[in-house]
RNA sequence: GCCCCCAUCGUCUAGCGGCCCAGGACAUGGCCCUCUCAAGGCCAAGACGGGGGUUCGAGUCCCCCUGGGGGCACCA
């Protein structure tokens, strides 16, 4: 038997970090056991959907590398793959149903179970509706469905005890006498989400239903009505809810909003985001998955961290290539309390993994950065192109997301930007202009002005006259750069070159702080 | 209110009765390295929610309590 899984989203909003989770252990499963791993969309509710959520979900996916082999834009022996399109299926089936007297139509308007459950509430009893037609004789039911407009509810069978085997929680069981019947299509026709997730998981022949707890208490329901289908269960798995860093509820996409702190701001305003635009995309936070993507996150290290999130390979495993993840990929292994999302250890892993990542790739990450800040062509030549490499080496491991080269090499590619505290603290200071001016003499004929040259003259240099290396490199690097952090100093120079180191000296000494 | 689930360092986790006076990782603090910032190395601090059982032995099994979470729609 192929395993197949399934993520089906609903397009009400954006995808969040939880969502992407469920949906990389369902993918996850699949291939390792060389099944098949589906997207569905789950958008029955057409008022609440919004059509241009779809596009960032896909994308999402795409960016990480969540490959799905049946599903929108890729089609499938099963499609269509939105739930919009196949109202049919499920209304034929739901009449099959009251055929076979497992439901029954229903009447009630909305303000009748609004009065009820409020009623139920003011009691302060458990609402359970059971509606008046329950036990109307089969045919008789077909005959109100034919001739009035009403919606189909499940007829819950009373004083049973459904148990199953979740993957993850283990034995569950519910009593059916608290199950109120559930409604499986609605008056207007239009199935709701329990009903046509049955039918759809059971036409396109899932066979392992893995999605977030919320999901548990929607279980029982979805059993009985495998149970009136005549048809055998899939393997449910139930995994933990992910929730917000610091508190222990579960991440929603309602407010995903907050997440945008001024620390957030602040680093796509440094990447040249506004605030309008910042507002205007709902993903763009911490929570959802384009704001990584924005702030040049390694893919494989989102993958990396979502997966061990609720998951452990072993005793030790942090940094788990991902096909390692696929071959030892286990549901039995998914944890069973909710896991709280730390971006800490998500930017940690960002940077184990920019290490490892092979030089040309690093490049090729960094280029769309300094071209969106204007720092290079946006077709940039070969000599642009190996400055921009020679610089990405003299980053090292600085550079954690591809956005960090804006941070540490910004000043190859533009005049620098003085930093006032900097110039206060290492140029502005008796001596050091005069140090400077005259050192620059030696710069002037250091042959090659390479870095471990331009070391050795430097330390002579000092030695000579007597002074501290350390004030000497502080105020070139301030002079050359503009602030105080940044690659070491004589990869810099070396980088900059001779008659550019010299230009910068002579620039910060022009300055107005300094005489 | 009712139903269901969960419970190990601040966080992610290992642990499936003795290997645990609980291991790893992130974060935190200290030291080393060092031209800054990172990275790296070393060290420190830090957890089995409480109470009952079962057992020669319990973080591990059972029960209760407490705490947390999820859900109770003609939403998904």
């Known amino acids: 038997m192929t395993v197949r899984t399934r993520f089906a989203p609903s397009p009400t909003g954006f995808l969040h970090i939880g969502g992407v989770r469920t949906a990389l252990f369902n993918w996850l499963l699949a291939r390792k056991h060389g099944g098949q791993f589906i997207l569905r969309i789950d958008d029955t509710d057409v008022e609440r959907n919004r059509p241009e ?10 960016w990480l590398g969540l490959s799905w082999d049946e599903g929108p834009e890729v089609g499938g022996p099963y499609a269509p793959y939105f739930q919009s399109q196949r109202l049919e299926l499920y209304r034929r089936v739901a009449r099959q149903l009251v055929q076979a007297g497992h439901a029954y139509p229903c009447l009630a308007t909305k303000e009748e179970l609004d009065a009820e ?7 302060r009893q458990p609402y359970i509706h059971r509606g008046r037609l329950r036990d109307l004789p089969a045919h008789e039911a077909m005959a109100v469905l034919d001739s009035r407009q009403a919606a189909i509810r499940l007829r819950v069978p009373l004083g049973q005890t459904l148990a199953l085997q979740d993957c993850i929680r283990g034995p569950v069981s519910w009593q059916t006498d608290l199950i109120g019947d559930p409604i499986l299509v609605r008056a207007d026709g239009r199935a709701v989400y329990n009903f046509a997730t049955v039918v759809d998981d059971l036409e396109m022949k899932i066979t392992h239903v893995v999605r977030a707890e919320e999901h548990l208490s929607n279980t029982p329901v ?13 393997v449910f798995a139930h995994v933990p809810v992910v929730t917000e860093p610091g508190s222990r509820k579960k991440l929603s996409k309602r407010d995903m909003k907050k997440f945008v702190t001024a620390e ?3 680093r796509l305003h440094a990447l040249g985001w506004t605030d309008e635009e910042i507002d205007s995309r709902e993903d763009l936070n911490p929570a959802g998955i384009a704001y990584y993507r924005e702030l040049g996150y390694l893919p494989a290290a989102l993958v990396n961290y979502l997966g061990r999130l609720g998951w452990s390979l072993d005793e030790k495993s942090e940094i788990i290539p991902l096909d390692t993840m696929i071959a030892h990929f286990s549901l ?12 800490d250890k998500l930017y940690w892993l960002a940077g184990e993994y920019m290490r490892m990542l092979p030089l040309d790739e690093k490049v090729n990450g960094v280029v769309p950065y300094l071209v969106r800040a204007g720092l290079i062509a946006e077709e940039p030549d070969a ?28 000043f190859f590619f533009r005049d620098p930007w003085y930093d006032p505290q900097a110039v206060a603290k290492r140029l502005a200071k008796d001596g050091i202009p005069t140090l400077l001016r005259d050192f620059a003499s030696v710069l002037r004929t250091v042959e090659p002005f390479a870095a471990q040259t331009l070391e050795a003259s430097l330390q002579d240099y000092c030695q000579s006259r007597g002074c501290k290396t350390g004030d000497l490199i502080h105020a070139l690097r301030v002079a050359t750069t503009g602030v105080t952090v ?30």
């Open 222 to 234: 979805q059993v009985l009505i495998y149970r009136a289908l005549n048809a055998s269960l899939p």
């Open 332 to 343: 039995e292994r998914v944890n069973n309390s909710p896991a709280s999302f730390d971006p």
């Open 486 to 515: 940044g690659p070491g100093l004589y990869d810099c120079l070396e980088i900059l070159g001779r008659d550019e180191t010299l230009r910068r000296i002579a620039m910060a000494l022009q300055r107005p702080e300094i005489r």
């Open 383 to 410: 000599d642009t192109l190996a400055r921009v490499r020679r610089v990405v080496v003299a980053c090292g491991d600085r550079l954690k997301l591809f956005s960090d080269i804006l941070l540490y090499g910004a």
């Open 117 to 123: 459950r409020r009623a139920a509430e003011a009691a």
């Open 264 to 266: 957030v701001r602040a």
């Open 53 to 62: 959520a779809l596009q960032p979900i896909l994308e999402g996916f795409r």
